[in-house]
């Protein structure tokens, strides 16, 4: 596949250059053009704006600022976008002059070029349709503000080549975004449902059920937000929900058409009035209201194909920001209770009818079961992508399982020759998911994280020992157990993005899927020592200098670092290396003699000062029992085999959860720094 070295945004306005600056954060040249050399300066000064702002808030340096101001190339030229390997339109939603400017850019851009739409109402299919290259054509909906929000709709339509599609997929992992793929239909996916809820939110108080406090309050309970429907349209504009559905109701009938009070509030051109009390007798009515219509239509565009039941969750946490998905919410109040409140909405309104998929899902008896890791196969290289990004791709019982039986499949399947694991969104995995720690501690059933944790075990086995190559593409963020899950691989290729750390000490536990046993046997038992007990990250530099890594490429080169090492031979990571001499300092730190200093609240020796003081001063943040029993296993596994190492660290396993200090640290994760007792 061709590199993406330039991209091109039409429209400076705040969707245009919102962006044109994640781009640009992302270290992607961009070029932004506006009819106007005004208008172009307008969407550099929004630009400048937040990045000011976001310096202000410690997100950035002003270097990095600066960085990103230098890789944006604002002009009035059209021309500048000629070369560019992909062109997003980001202009308003006005369907001539988005025809006119697609039929301009087909005839100035290059053939290499692929042409997207932002647009959000009408069908990409309209603008491909104005184009001599429909093949290279696709919608890019993102959600505002798009320099802050992750999510991006990946819309192609039915002339979209797959080359195209995997294209633009890239393209969205190369600037952070998280990208769900969506059939060309009205409202795609998100706003399909997401609209309704505004709409009927309105209806309810045009209705006289409830007042706008309570309905506020009513949503924000039931769905878990922080902003209920009408402040949610005083701050993105009531003229767009009007227009969204408009676009809706044109489209698929009454239903999704606005009402008549939310127009009316348009035309006065005031913000909805969002004070007063709630009358808490009104909420279970306007809760079974919105569920109904939400949870209805989320059913349906999943029904339509429209997009998948994960990718319709993904949408609502990632780009709503809920707690939880349309389908999640389903789960939880119960699918009888589901099948209830959308049979009510399906009463009301004649042109809406009750979903196929919850009809059935009701009959099963089941709750709704969700794919987390997925399995495509291209040639000879299968792909497991571990799907679950909202969460940073954390492990849980139903992701280790389902890792499992997707590599089970790729290992059994005659023309896989290797099979790369890698983390959809910005992490490739950020360890365990610890509310399964905390839940299954308060329960008293350590020996279920026993069994959780060996499960885990057997499945990082399988992969370190496949007959097949497995490489984990690190691009991004891995900590804990995803550290484990990649030095398990064979092999890591990663990006300049790509990190690993290992901090389970600072939350009152330790490694327990193997990574500090695989790190001691590559890098020996003191610097391991030192990642453990400090839970510093090993940057994809100085994974790549102590041979954890075995290549270390930009984005665009991992398709042909991972070709090379699927045609190469089977790399020995366990091989005896020197450790250059920048980590030497580090490994004196986790010398015998200095381990028993530090333990004892002593500084160690042999450094210069102020890195004595500064590891003493990390490790006395750590949960001490956790470091002594990390100490010893690592102590304990040096010339034993790996199956022998796995079960003295599993051995340790019960003793560590059923301390106070690992309740203790699991439960204050990002609330307070935790005040461990044990010794």
């Not at 330039?6 to 070029?31: C, F, T």
């Not at 006119?100 to 290499?112: G, I, N, P, T």
């Not at 059939?183 to 706003?191: E, H, L, M, Q, S």
């Not at 959809?424 to 365990?432: H, Y």
């Amino acid at each position: 596949m061709s590199q993406i070295k330039k991209i091109g945004v039409i429209g400076a306005g705040n969707m245009g250059s919102g962006i044109a600056q994640k781009i640009a954060q992302e270290g992607i040249d961009v070029v932004m053009v506006d009819v106007t050399k005004e208008f172009v300066q307008r969407g550099l000064k929004i630009i400048e704006g937040l990045l000011q702002e976001g310096i202000e808030r410690k997100i950035f340096t002003p270097e990095q600022a600066e960085q990103t101001l230098s890789r944006i190339h604002a002009t009035a030229d059209m021309n500048a976008v000629a070369d560019a390997d992909l062109v997003i339109e980001a202009v308003f939603e006005d369907k001539q002059v988005k025809s006119d400017l697609f039929k301009r850019l087909d005839d100035v851009c290059s053939e290499k070029t692929i042409l997207a739409t932002n647009t959000s109402s009408f069908f990409v299919r309209d603008f491909a349709e104005k184009t001599t290259r429909p093949d290279r054509f696709i919608g890019l909906h993102y959600f505002y503000h798009p320099a802050k929000n992750r999510l991006l709709e990946v819309i192609p339509c039915d002339d979209t080549s797959p080359e195209t599609i995997e294209k633009s997929l890239l393209a969205a992992k190369l600037h952070s975004k998280t990208s769900i793929l969506v059939k060309d239909a009205p409202g795609f996916a998100v706003n399909r449902f997401f609209v309704p809820f505004l709409n009927e939110a309105a209806r309810l108080l045009e209705e006289q059920v409830a007042d706008i406090p309570t309905i506020e309050e009513a949503a924000k309970r039931a769905f878990r937000i922080g902003m209920g429907p009408f402040q949610l349209m005083n701050v993105t504009g009531i003229p767009i929900a009007v227009h969204a559905a408009t676009t809706l109701g044109d489209e698929l009938g009454p239903f999704y058409a606005p009402a008549d009070i939310l127009k009316a509030q348009k035309d006065s051109g005031e913000n909805w009035n969002l004070e007063g009390p709630v009358d808490e007798t009104k909420i279970p009515e306007v809760q079974d209201r919105l569920y109904g219509v939400c949870l209805g239509v989320a059913g349906a565009l999943v029904n339509e194909g429209v997009a998948s039941m994960e990718d319709t969750d993904r949408g609502a946490k990632i780009g709503l920001r809920w707690a939880l998905g349309p389908f999640e919410l389903m789960n939880k109040i119960g699918i009888d209770r589901t099948l209830e409140v959308v049979e009510q909405i399906a009463s009301r309104y004649p042109d809406f009818e009750v979903p196929e998929v919850l009809i059935k899902q009701q009959a099963s008896g089941q709750p709704f079961q969700f794919s987390l890791v997925d399995l495509d196969v291209k040639d000879d290289i299968a792909t497991i992508t571990l799907n679950r990004p909202e969460a940073m791709n954390a492990l849980n019982e139903t992701v280790v399982a389902q890792l499992g039986e997707q590599f089970e499949k790729a290992e059994a399947d005659p023309q896989v020759r290797a099979v790369v694991f890698q983390g959809a969104g910005k992490a490739f995995v950020a360890g365990a998911d610890i509310r399964y720690f905390v839940k299954n501690i308060k329960a008293d059933r350590i020996p279920d994280i026993v069994a959780f944790t060996r499960k885990g075990h057997e499945v990082l086995m399988r992969i370190e020992n496949s007959e097949k190559r497995t490489i984990a593409l690190l691009d991004g963020l891995s900590l804990g157990g995803g550290s484990e899950l990649a030095l398990a691989c064979q092999a890591i290729v990663t990006t300049p993005a790509g990190s690993m750390a290992f901090p389970e000490t600072g939350i009152g536990i330790y490694p327990g899927l193997g990574g500090m046993l695989r790190l001691a046997r590559q890098v020996g038992p003191a610097l391991a020592k030192y990642y453990v007990f400090t839970g510093a990250p090993i940057s994809a530099k100085d994974g790549a200098a102590l041979g954890l890594v075995t290549e270390l490429v930009s984005p665009p080169e991992v398709e042909s670092a991972v070709r090379k090492l699927v045609d190469g031979g089977r790399p020995d990571k366990f091989r005896t290396r020197e450790i250059p001499d920048k980590f030497q300092e580090l490994a004196a730190i986790g010398s015998d003699a200095n381990v028993a200093r530090l333990l004892s609240g002593e500084l160690p020796e042999g450094v210069p000062d102020a890195v004595a003081a500064k590891s003493l001063k990390i490790i006395g943040y750590k949960a001490p029992l956790a470091l002594r029993i990390a100490n010893d296993i690592i102590d304990a596994q040096v010339e034993t085999s790996m199956p022998d190492a796995v079960e003295i660290e599993l051995n340790r396993l019960a003793e560590i959860f059923s301390t106070e200090d690992a309740l203790e640290g699991l439960s204050s994760l990002g609330r307070k720094r935790p005040e461990y007792k044990s010794r």
